[in-house]
């Protein structure tokens, strides 16, 4: 059965008894039927509809590449003009500065995914233990190691209220009840009569 064409209905003898059919009358009307599930991509095109659809977003990818290429280019010519109206010893300094701030993200970059790697690090060991999320709260780009131990150990302090807090509130009892023998509880007291 897994070689059959798509459009081709299948009569199993015994099944279409029920409808007073001939055998094989829907298969016309199944012909009919567009089956997107079986169209490719150029026989899906040739709708109007989705080749408007098609045209849209192809146009809107082109232009926002077209933008994207332009600044680049405009910011290439801008940095070829600028080196134009330098000095031999300006356009040196001026390579310097550009590498030295190039090296200076760079080694942010690794400080910040070292100071990240060594809050999990806290974050995971047994005495200072406390949930991995609350670390996205932390800018590490702009942290020191010395502010990376307050920021833990705030955390931790938190953190350890907020678990004190749940416990205490699932903990908690309600008042004791009146029972009776029988194991019910009873809502007033039964006055004596004898």
Known sequence: MGDQEPNKVVVVPGT???SNEPAGANVAAQKQEPNNAN????DLLKDPNYQSE??????????TAKLKWKEEADKAKTEAEKLAGMKAEEKLQYEL???????????RKLSSRDLKDEAIKIATSK????????????DFENMTAEKLNEQT???KSISDKLVEKAINNFSKEDSPKNVNQDGGT???PVPKIF
Do not use: P
């Open 16 to 18: 279409d008894g029920a």
């Open 39 to 42: 169209k490719s991509f150029d």
């Open 54 to 63: 098609y045209d849209k977003k192809v146009t809107k990818s082109l232009d």
């Open 97 to 107: 500065d550009k590498e030295k701030k190039r090296a200076d993200d760079s080694e």
């Open 127 to 138: 005495d200072t233990e406390f949930d991995v999320a609350f670390l996205n709260l932390i």
């Open 153 to 155: 150990k705030l955390i």
């Open 186 to 188: 009873v809502k007033k």
